[in-house]
């Protein structure tokens, strides 16, 4: 088995995470939405009142609060978060949050040979794609 050989095996197991996330063939419902950029150069005050003018919808928040606890591996609160908020989360596949967590602590563990059979497993075709990644696992 391979040891972990770089700095910080979190940031891996993040990046395998998240790029696992992404070939889910699950697709977000989540609309785009454009704030306004704020440029400004004058005072804390001034910059917080600006900020503050910044209208943010509730909706948005959410699927970005649900993506936060799902790439976390936090699936029981998000299906509570989600039930709370009224939001149906019939586009997001749960089962692989399980499945990324492994990933995740064979990664934190130092196992990175089963890390790398676990994503073989899920996505097949996630390191021939994602060359930086496969770098950092070996």
């Not at 989540?30 to 400004?40: A, K, R, Y």
């Not at 699927?63 to 790439?71: D, E, G, K, Q």
Request: aromatic share 6%; with cysteine; charged share 20%.
């Amino acid at each position: 088995m391979h040891s972990a050989q770089f700095a910080q095996p979190f940031q891996a197991a993040v990046a395998a995470a998240m790029a696992l996330s992404n070939t889910s063939s699950a697709s977000s419902t989540c609309e785009s939405h454009v704030l306004t950029p704020v440029h400004h150069t004058g005072t804390k005050s001034e910059w917080m009142e600006a900020i503050e003018q910044q209208h943010l919808e509730r909706s948005p928040l959410n699927r970005l609060i649900i993506n936060y606890l799902i790439t976390e591996g936090f699936k029981e609160a998000a299906e509570i978060f989600a039930q709370e908020a009224g939001i149906t989360l019939n586009n997001v596949d749960l089962t692989s949050v399980d499945e990324r967590l492994k990933i995740r602590e064979a990664i934190e563990n130092g196992k990175i040979q089963d890390a790398i059979c676990l994503i073989n497993k899920k996505a097949p075709e996630l390191l021939d794609q994602n060359k930086q990644l496969a770098f950092h696992l070996k």
